[in-house]
Each structure stands twice: as C-alpha cells, then as structure tokens.
C-alpha cells in the first residue's frame, strides 16, 4: 500500500526535493560549479551558431566568438528567407509533425494500454516485435518503404506519405504502456467488478490518468519529424511541400559553394529550425517531467 | 474506487465484443497494421535482397535476380573496409557508452539536489538533443579545424594532425560530439529515476557516517539499476547504428575509412552505388550483432 | 527463448509476404509516337531556375496541349539518389536536366533511360550540335542514352591580390609546369600570403577526384578517361606522375588535409581555386581574379590542355508516356537560341561546338568566357562504363589513404585500384 500512495503523489508534477539535512555551502558550490560548466559547453556551441548567424562577415577566429557590434546584421536571415520561403517550410514541418504527434497519440495510446493493461493472444509478439523495431536502422528499410509508399500506394508528393512511416512513434508506445503498468491494477479491476465494459474504462478511467505520460510522449515524438531531412527529402519534389529540414538541407548544398557568407546563411536557416523545438521545450519542460519517466525506466 | 461510470452500465455492445481478448486485438491492430507495412514489409525484403543478386529497376523491366544463397554475406564479411567499420563502431560504443551513463548520472544527481536555476540548466543540456545534427555539425567542424577555437585553446597540445583528420582521433571526436548531442535524454531518464530512490535510504546511510561520496555509490547507483540497463541498451542501439555524423562530421568516412560505420557503407553501397542486395546483408549482419550484444548486456548488468 | 522463438516466427511469417507480393506496378505505355503534356526536372541553383522558367514559359506559349511542368531537385550528389528511388517507383518526370553522366550506366542498367537513338534523326542532332566529343558520352551498345548538355570546364582561379602580396607576377603567374606551380604554390604559403596555396576538398565521396586528379590526368594524357576500352590507364606513368604532384602538395602542407565548411577562396584563405566558369559570377565582384589551364608536368600549350568537362546532361527517363513531346522539348532546349539564352544567364558553356563563333555578341561583352569557351572543346568525361560510381568511389578512397593522407605508398595503391576497376568495368 505504501507504494501505491507514493505512486499516486508521482502521478502528480514534481516536487521539490528536500533533504532533511542541510548541505554545508562547499558542496552545494562544487555542485553549481559542475552544472555551470556543463551548461557551457553544453550551451557555447549554440552561442557560436547564433553569434555566426548574425555575422555580416564570416570569422572563424576564436575572436569571432565575440563580434564588434558593427559586424552584427540581420541580412542572413533575410537572404535565407529570400532563397528558401520560410514560412511556407514551417507550415509543412507543421503539419508533417502535427500529423504524427496526433497519429501517435490516438494510435499509440490505445497500443501501449492494450499491451499493458489486457490480455490477449499474440501481446507478447507484439512486444517483441515493438522493440525489434527500435534496432532497425532506417536505412536498411529506405528504398523498399520508397517503392512501396511511392509506388505502391501512390503518395508520393503527399503529406500522407511523408507521415506514413512515422506514423507511430514506437518509443511513445513504450512509454504509454510502461505508464499504463505504473497504475495500480486494483483501478481497473474494481471498475471492471463494477461491470463497466472495456471500452468504458479506457475512457473514463485510462486516458484521464494518463496526461503526464501524454506530454512526454508528444515531446520526444516531437523531435524526430521536426528534424527528420532524409525521407520527406525522398518522397517530395515539389518545393512548396518540403519541411524546413530538407529545404535547409537543399540551400546548404545549392548555396554551399557560391553565396558570399553562406556559412551566416545557412547559420540563420540552422537557429530558424531549432528555435520552434527549443521554444517548445521551454514551454513545457515543466510538466515534461522526471516523474513520467519514471515509471517508464521501472521496467 | 467506484468513481467510474454509473453501476450496471447499459452496454451498447454486444459482450463479447466488451472483452479483454477482442478488444486488445482490435485496440493494437492499427499498431500492428503499422508495423507490418512499415517495418515488416521493407524489413522482409531487405532481408530477401541479401539472398538475391538484386538492384532496383524501373516497374516493367525485365531483369535476372538469381538466388545467391549467402554469396553477398560472404562478400562482405571478407570485405576490410566493412571490417574496418565494425571495428570503428566497436571503438565508438566503447567510448560512448560508459561516457553518456557515467556523465548522465553525475549530471543528473548534481541536477537534482539543485534548486535554483533548475530551469536554466535543465533547458541548457536538453538544447543539443532537439536540434537537428545538419545545423548542429556545422559549429562543431568550426571549432575542431585545425585552426579553430579548441586547438588554439590547447595550444601545443593540440594533436597533429588535428582532430577530424586524425585516423586515430577522428572516431573518438565523433563519439565525443555523440555523446554531447545525446546527453540531454539519459540526463532525463536519470533525473526519472533518481525520483524513485527512496529517500530513506540516503538518511540511514548518513546516519552511518557515509560521507556524499560514498551514499553516491553504496545508494545511488545501486538504485538507478533499470535506469542504467535502459540507458546503456538504448545509447548502444544509437551508437551502433551511427550515419549521420560521419557522414556530415568526416565526409563519407575520414581519414582512410577511420570513420565510417557500417550504416554509412550500406547508404554508400545501397544508394549510392546501386548494391541494395550488399547493402542489405550489411544491415542484417549489424541488428543480428546489436540484438546480441544488448542481451548480453542485460545479461550482465541484470544478474547483479 | 520464448523471446527469440517469437521474433523469429514473426520475421518468417514477414518474409513469405514479402517473397509473395514482390514488386508490383504497371510498366509505362512506351510510345515514341505519343504526345501531351510532360513533367521535367532541373537542378535548383538560381540561374538555372531562370533559365528554366523561361523555357518552358517559352515552350508552353506556343505548344498549349503539350504544357511542360517543371520541378527543381537539389544539384549535388544527392540528385543521383532521387533520381533512382523515382525510376525505381515509377515516379520519374520525362526529362530531367540535372543528369550527371556518372550516374547514366546505372540508371541505364535500371531500364530507366530511354534510347535517344528510337527517335529519328536523334544520333545526327546529337553529332551535328557537340561534335567529336558526342563520342564520350554514347554506352555501351552504342546508343545515345544521354544528350550532352552543358559544361563547366574546370581550370585554375587565382586571387591576384595574393600573388601580388606573395611578389609573383599576377598577369603571368608561372603555373603550367608542376615545378612552376610547386614553386609558386611555395612562395605563397611561405609569405604568409594566404594559408594554403590550394584547397581541393579532401573528403572521401565519390566525385571529389573530379576536382583534384582528373582534370590534371586528362590534360597530362592528352585527353584520356579514367578508363579506355575497358581498361584503366591511371596507375600508367602520366596517372602516377599526378597523384605524386597532388602529393607534393599535400606532403609540403601547401594544401589542407581538412575539410573546410565555409568558402576558402571566397574568403581569402587560398590563393588558387579548380573551378569552371560559374565561379566567375560568384567571385566576379568582389575579387580580382585571373585564369589559367591545369599544368601538366613540361607544360602545354592552353589550346593543347585538356580538363574535365563537370559536363550536366539531359536525359529521358522510361516512365515517360508522352515520349514524342519530350523529345520535340528536347531539341528546342537545345536550340541555338535556348543554348544562347543559357550562356548568358548562367555562364555555363552549352556544348555545342564552336561556341565563340555562334555567340560573337556574347564573347564580345563577356571577355572573361572566352577563355572557358575555348577550353571546352577540350574536355575529358567520365567514362561511361558498368559500375561507374563504384569504381570512382574505389578510386577516391586509393587516392584518400595514398596521396591526401600518405597511409600507403602511392603506386601500389593506384595499382590495385586500377585492377579492382578493370574488374567492375568489364562487369554486366
């Protein structure tokens, strides 16, 4: 019983941790000391490319890590807007995004409660199978997943089938079912005695307790659309559908060789297609928390 | 706990359709369904490929595709260069692997007993993980040329030939930039964890007389056990199946191969040079070696 | 156990379904008699976009029911594998001006091209337009599976202002023999001029060689390709005195075994740059600039020096239906006009011979072309055999390990990668 009464304290957000005794002032320095020097170099490298992407002229002198204030402009960022159409990129990765994180949760959730929660044949398999996927590399699979979403099914140029092999983030199904297990049995167990149907408990019991696990899940399956450059590069030719990745990606080759300061340049594209993730993750690192994972590393 | 739906609920399905058996199915068939088509298909015929002598055509032409039995697997197991990249993942998870769980951890506790600025720093190490690699490598090749800000930061220490160019430094960089862009996640899976150490156990080691040193690792490690398993399993995966930053960090496998990766060789050999059936019975050999050595490893870090 | 059991049943079970659907898809109704509207590709650096939109704007005013659309994929390696994951679903556009002559044995063998030679009078359109050098570019079988398009013949940039600062005489620099140009190259660097004296990229993908040793084994053989008549000619005398040129260069450190992500050139770094004629729209403002054919050991004449064509061509793909069209548009951006319009937005040469007398106003305005439209009628392509981005990514990585980074000794690597090629080369 006294699990389940700190399990039900962790489904809420974190709370402060909060020793009883009191850390003398040197260790508690050591500790700031480590993270600040780990925020560093974790931190400089996006300094640089953000200091670089607002440079007139490029300077690949360690002086350059700290511009005169004359040499500063936002031109990159205008050039880049001019060769690749920014807002229009952002809107595809959007939607390429959306429609995964919303596939993801509608489909995954229902996957990792079934794997957690019911019984029936072949759930082992499944399982397995699940985390099978997770070894794959991608590349293994590219060209026959291109012939058959391009060929077979005709998506090609299509956001359905750029969404198509991403469909389901199997990770985000691990999570959803390590989650599920996490809640105590006796919830489902005394609703089932009560004689409500399956489905009334997924609803009315399941998916209300899940909403922690839910912002994680939408999270990590947040990043790899968002980032994703070698499929929709694949299956789209059309410039107007490309995500920001891929048209980032094209500029950079295209422009490479020729542009005047194409490193600022493509420096500006790099910050464009980070801030959106970045921002995100400020937003809700609250709640994407610790405790959600959790339960997830239990297993 | 009867705060569900009213008692005796009308059932607007029919019972057996209500039940644990049919209703699992159905809930994970879209999932399977996926599956299916997405890996299992193209998983399939990769794995028929490596049989073949075959090369994708255009749909309508006629062309022979023999069965070679395991000839493509015997190319190249007695190919060096695919030796060679097996040998550089090894080299890299050797690196990487203990690196990310030992700084992950360190990182993670001292980020737990922090209270102020926990934001700041909780942002700051999940930043490399969210960007992309293409905008990220950039910088980095910046500040490893042999020219750039780490080397005159070093000064004469600065190794000849510098960094990326260095074949027996080029995959250790690579592995360092790896294991920085990643740190963020098992940062996070630790962070999980140690939320899960009893807060009991910490007092009673205290009240022993175990200094912080010590309750780290007599408590903490032992506690964030299934952490460390997830942790090292998940950034083996990762690490074995390595493309992107050799690809973008050395441009198509370094100094005299020195970096490339099995996955490199099967993007070069498959795509680029039109071998899927090569590229395929790479593929197959490095899951069959990943599924292997991640039981192994839950093997050993489990029995303890 | 129980694990691996079920995986495995489940993989067996995957690949009976795999081994049963094969690859299915419908074959294109191939007509050369058919005409409509058509689909076209080219590569998406601005001025080729221009060039583009105006020919098919041009094409679409006078042709209303055979309407061109036209899509841009990126230029660049990347191109090759776009371009076969679409002849490999079926989704491939009818022409594509972005082919890059490397890649046609292998789009060929993937039954994606279509032999310009079933259109009539197509083999004589082809010789009369480029000339002897159409030769180069027919396969095996002696079809035309390629039309030759544009090239941008490589030769040496320099930046005036460095030769100046290094005290070499900028109007004449002495670069046409290798002891000259080493010996240039080593005053460069010696005066702090600039960095390194030239900056080839030194990373390992297949078309890097394009940049460094081929154009200087073309013009040191007099015109050869990598490959002749089946057999590999580089580990020859001429092949090895280049890789040893190259690897002087890199042995003395007057040019960077590191990659560098930004432009070298354009920034000062290095005084001298292989490049073809686009470069000069790039650096044209904002550096004084001069250009000179890659030497060759004793020195040749410029109208004897031969370089790499980094030649773009046009090719027509088999998931055409509208095959008649495709070649109508063919020819008409191929015309006299078009080439001509091509010339002036983009620099690059049309190859078409005799290009200064068929564009006298242009060469008149344009004095800094002339120079690359006489190298052009000396140009070297790659060869067009079986297997050909193998053997070149076999070549690059002999020449990563023995000149740029001196693992091994020169000859024995060109050695054995000229046997490991003569393999690939004469495979079906």
Redesign the interface.
């Known amino acids: 019983m006294a699990t389940l009464t700190r399990d039900a304290q962790h489904v809420a957000t974190e709370r402060p941790t909060s020793r009883a005794r009191k850390q003398p002032t040197w260790q508690s320095a050591v500790r700031y000391i480590l993270l600040l020097v780990g925020a560093f170099v974790f931190l400089f490298p996006f300094y640089y490319m953000l200091i670089g992407s607002l440079q007139a002229e ?1 300077d ?1 002198t360690p002086a350059g890590a700290f511009p005169s204030p004359d040499n500063l402009t936002l031109h990159n960022y205008r050039e880049i807007d001019q060769a690749i159409d920014l807002f229009r990129s952002l809107i595809n990765s959007g939607i390429f995004t959306g429609g995964v994180i919303c596939s993801t949760v509608v489909f995954g959730l229902l996957a990792g409660y079934a794997l957690a929660q019911l019984e029936f044949r072949g759930r ?2 499944v399982f ?2 699940m985390l ?1 996927i997770q070894v794959v590399p991608f590349q293994l699979l590219l ?1 026959p997943l ?2 058959l979403i ?3 099914y005709g998506l ?1 140029d299509n956001y359905l089938g750029m969404i198509l092999p991403f469909a389901i983030n199997s990770t985000a199904v691990f999570i959803f079912r390590q989650y599920f297990l996490q809640l105590p049995k006796e919830l489902f167990d005394a609703a089932r005695i009560d004689g409500a149907s399956e489905l009334a408990i997924l609803l009315r019991v399941a998916v209300p307790l899940v909403k922690p696990a839910l912002l994680t899940a939408v999270l990590l399956t947040f990043i790899g659309p968002w980032n994703e450059f070698l499929w929709p ?2 299956i789209t ?3 107007d559908m490309q995500p920001l990745a891929v048209s980032l ?2 500029y950079m ?2 422009v ?5 300061n ?2 600022g340049a493509i420096l500006a594209g790099a910050c464009v297609l980070a801030a959106p993730a970045v921002a995100l993750f400020l937003v809700f690192q609250r709640h994407f928390v610790s405790t959600n994972l959790g339960s997830s590393v239990k297993g | 706990m009867s705060s569900v739906s009213a008692p005796r609920a009308k059932r607007w399905l029919p019972a057996w359709l209500g039940t644990q058996a049919t209703l699992g199915p159905l809930f994970i068939a879209p999932y399977v369904i996926f599956l ?1 088509a997405i890996f ?2 193209p ?3 990769a ?2 490929m490596s049989f073949h002598d075959y ?7 006629e ?1 022979e595709r023999p069965f070679v039995g395991f000839a493509n697997y015997a190319t190249v197991l007695a190919d060096p ?1 695919v030796r060679q990249s097996f040998a550089n993942i090894a080299v890299f998870l050797v690196i990487n692997v203990p690196l990310t769980v030992a700084l992950s951890l360190v990182l993670a506790t001292a980020l737990n007993g922090a209270i102020r600025f926990r934001t700041f720093f909780r942002v700051s190490y999940y930043v490399p993980y969210i960007t992309a690699s293409v905008a990220v490598v ?1 910088v980095w ?2 500040l490893f ?3 750039g800000l780490v080397n005159t930061l070093l000064g004469p220490l600065a190794p000849d ?2 960094w ?2 260095n ?1 027996r430094l080029a995959m250790p960089t690579i592995a360092l930039y790896v294991t920085w862009k990643g740190l963020g996640f098992y940062i996070l899976l630790y962070l999980a964890a140690l939320q899960n150490v009893p807060k009991e156990l910490y007092e009673s080691a205290s009240v022993d007389g175990a200094g912080r040193w010590r309750s780290f690792w007599a408590v903490t490690v032992p506690g964030v056990r299934p952490a460390t398993i997830l942790v090292v399993i998940l950034s083996t995966i990762t690490g074995a199946n390595l493309f992107t930053e050799p690809y973008l960090l ?8 020195a970096s490339s990766s099995p996955v490199l060789l099967m993007y ?2 498959g ?5 899927p059936d090569i590229a395929s019975a790479i593929g197959v050999i490095l899951v069959i070696a990943i599924l292997l050595v991640a039981l192994i490893q839950r093997r050993l870090l489990d029995e303890r | 156990m ?2 691996i059991i ?2 495995t ?3 067996a ?7 049963a ?1 094969g ?6 109704s191939e007509s050369t008699e058919s005409r409509g509207p058509i689909k076209i ?1 080219y ?3 601005e001025q080729e976009i221009a060039w583009g939109k105006q020919m098919v704007e041009a094409w679409n005013a006078e042709h209303p029911d055979e309407k061109v659309t036209a ?8 191109s ?3 371009i ?9 556009p009818c022409l594509i001006f972005n082919t890059a002559p490397a890649a046609v044995p ?1 789009f060929q ?4 091209l279509v032999p310009l030679d079933d259109f009539e009078g197509a083999a004589e359109y082809i010789e009369e337009r480029t000339g002897d050098r159409a030769e180069q570019y027919k396969s095996a079988d002696g079809k035309y599976y390629q039309l030759p398009w544009k090239s941008n013949p490589v030769m040496i940039f320099y930046n005036k202002e460095i030769f100046t600062k290094a005290g070499i005489d900028a109007e004449n620099p002495p670069l046409s023999t290798y002891d000259e140009f080493l010996d240039t190259a080593r005053k460069i660097v010696s005066s702090g001029a600039a ?1 390194y004296a030239i900056w080839p ?6 078309y890097q060689p394009w940049f460094d040793f081929y154009p200087l084994y073309a013009a040191e053989t007099g015109g050869k390709q990598l490959v002749e008549d089946g057999k590999s000619g580089f580990a020859a005398e001429e092949g090895q005195r280049v890789a040893e040129f190259w690897k002087t260069l890199y042995d003395e450190n007057l040019a ?8 070298a050139f ?2 000062g770094k290095v005084a001298m740059r292989i490049a073809g004629p ?1 470069a000069i ?2 650096y044209g403002e ?1 550096m004084d600039w001069g250009v000179v054919p890659v030497p060759t050991s004793d020195g040749k004449a410029p109208d004897e020096t031969y370089t790499f064509s980094d030649a773009k061509n046009v090719a027509m ?3 055409c239906e509208h095959r008649a069209t495709a070649w109508d548009v063919l020819k008409f951006a191929t015309s006299e006009k078009q080439d001509g319009k091509l010339l002036e937005m983009t620099g690059q040469m049309p190859m078409r011979e005799g290009l200064p007398e068929t564009y006298p106003d242009y060469f008149a305005s344009h004095p800094e072309y002339e120079t690359f439209a006489a190298q052009a009628d000396l140009t070297v392509e790659v060869p067009n055999v079986p ?1 050909s ?2 053997i070149w ?1 076999t070549f690059r ?1 002999a020449y ?2 023995s000149v ?2 001196g ?1 091994q000794p020169v000859d024995a690597e060109l050695e054995r990668a000229a046997q490991k090629i003569d393999e690939l080369a004469s495979q079906e």
């Open positions: 490029p690949s082992g398999m397995n199978a099978l060209i291109y012939v391009a060929r077979n090609a590069f694949l030719k059309e410039a990606a094209n080759n295209a490479a060789a020729r542009a005047a194409p490193f | 299916v299992a298909y998983l399939g015929f794995i028929y090369f994708f055509t255009a749909p309508g032409a062309v260069a950039g090749l910046f040329n042999s020219r030939p510098s990326l160019i074949e050395t441009g198509g496998g370094g100094p005299d191969g070069q050999r795509i680029e040079q039109g071998n | 129980k694990r079920s995986i049943a489940g993989l079970a995957t690949l009976l379904v795999a081994a659907c690859d299915g898809g419908q074959s294109a590709w590569s998406n650096n899509q841009q994929i990126p230029e660049g390696s990347s090759e594998e776009v076969s994951a679409a002849i490999t679903a079926g989704n491939a292998q063998k993937q039954g994606g960095e990229s030194p990373t390992s993908e297949f960077s075994r590191e990659a560098y992500s930004g432009d354009g920034e686009w729209a790039s904002s793909y088999t998931a297997n981005i193998e990514q990585d990563s390990r740029i980074f693992k």
